[in-house]
């Protein structure tokens, strides 16, 4: 009878080190990492268009963007783009907007299927 290997197989070692891997690498969910007007923005020059940024690559198709406006008017914006050659970015081009407050919400997919959600506040000043 053979006595057990006090040595781990190289299989083993292996199996144990993608245990620890895969879920840190699985666990990558979009998070906003900037957005253009920042969040809280006391703005001037009412922005023409909505960039929001992401940590991780988006699926466009499953991604939305609602801004309402003070009065939690819906403000109707083209539907979110990714920005060219950047899968983790999402651009909108916003109407002509009054002084108010706005609330951006955003909804996203990565390409991981985990779904975030967060908001954005901008203020556009007289
Ligand atoms: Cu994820």
Do not use: C
């Amino acid at each position: 009878m053979r006595p057990a290997s006090p040595v781990p197989s190289k299989r083993r070692v292996l199996t144990a080190l993608f245990a620890l891997l895969l879920p840190a690498g699985a666990d990558a969910h979009a998070m906003l990492l900037r957005s253009d007007p920042p969040d809280g923005a006391q703005i001037k020059t009412p922005p023409a268009r909505l960039v929001l940024q992401f940590t991780e690559p988006l699926e466009p198709r499953f991604s939305r963007v609602e801004v309402t406006g003070g009065a939690g008017n819906l403000i109707a914006l083209t539907p979110p783009r990714p920005q060219s050659n950047d899968a983790s970015g999402l651009v909108a081009a916003l109407p002509p907007l009054g002084v108010g407050q706005y609330q951006v919400r955003w909804t996203v997919i990565s390409i991981d299927l985990h779904r975030t959600t967060g908001t954005v506040g901008f203020t556009v000043t007289p």
